[in-house]
Nanobody, 126 residues
Framework: QVQLVESGGRLVQAGGSLRLSCAAS????????MGWFRQAPGKEREFVAG????????YYTDSVKGRFTISRDNARNTGYLQMNNLLAEDTAVYYC???????????????????WGQGTQVTVSS
């Protein structure tokens, strides 16, 4: 079993910053690649950022490049998404997910990830 719990989401004004956390338990966190996804009302779940199991490679969707940073601390079984210069269009429920050890950071399909957290709400007011 792998359990993931996201935290850090809240209401923030446009231009502000948030750091989301993804705490893992049940299995060794470092054994899995990690991705962040988001889903706005009425829209499909979309890929935001990915990171390989070692943290050696990262990948971002175009809309967040230069603003978001994905990272992980395997010793603490925790992943992060640093979100800077937030825009109203970033409003969504954000999910962390784990996939295969060999999953590449650029693999953006939700079907490539096996374990998901419950999500944390990020609301950006303009």
């Amino acid at each position: 079993q792998v359990q993931l719990v996201e935290s850090g989401g809240r209401l923030v004004q446009a231009g502000g910053s948030l750091r989301l956390s993804c705490a893992a338990s049940g299995r060794t966190f470092s054994s899995y690649a990690m991705g962040w996804f988001r889903q706005a009302p009425g829209k499909e779940r979309e890929f935001v950022a990915g990171i390989t199991w070692s943290g050696g490679s990262t990948y971002y969707t175009d809309s967040v490049k230069g603003r978001f940073t994905i990272s992980r601390d395997n010793a603490r079984n925790t992943g992060y998404l640093q979100m800077n210069n937030l825009l109203a269009e970033d409003t969504a429920v954000y999910y962390c997910a784990l996939g295969s050890t060999f999953l590449q950071a650029r693999q953006r399909s939700p079907n490539d990830y096996s374990w998901w957290g419950q999500g944390t709400q990020v609301t950006v007011s303009s």
